[in-house]
């Protein structure tokens, strides 16, 4: 079974951030790959730039909410980064 992983937010892209992670030390000590796809979708740009595995390309590390959040999360605003996903869904689909 292969997993792609889209991780939304701080805590989800921690999450995804670590099964690239996984994902690497398995092609490199078992030549087996578990997740050709690992995503990171966010608001805030720091958040994006601290992952440590997930590939650097605006493809890998999607930044949403340019206009509302300009690159600096939405504060714990639940509603706010929801409102934002819904509007930016088409860069993640992308």
């Known amino acids: 079974m292969k997993l792609v992983v889209i991780g939304l937010g701080q805590g989800g892209s921690r999450v995804a951030d670590e099964f690239a ?5 398995a092609k490199s000590e078992r030549k087996i790959e578990i997740t050709p796809g690992v995503f990171a979708v ?3 740009a720091a958040d994006l730039s601290g992952l440590r595995h997930i590939g650097t390309s605006y493809q890998s590390r999607i ?18 980064g929801a409102e934002i ?9 992308d």
Not at 66 to 72: E, I, L, M, S
């Open 63 to 80: 930044l949403i909410g340019g206009r509302k959040a300009g690159g600096h999360g939405v504060g714990k605003i639940n509603e706010m």
């Open 42 to 44: 966010n608001t805030d």
């Open 85 to 93: 996903a819904k509007a930016d869904g088409d860069k993640v689909i």
């Open 21 to 25: 992670h996984l994902n690497n030390r």
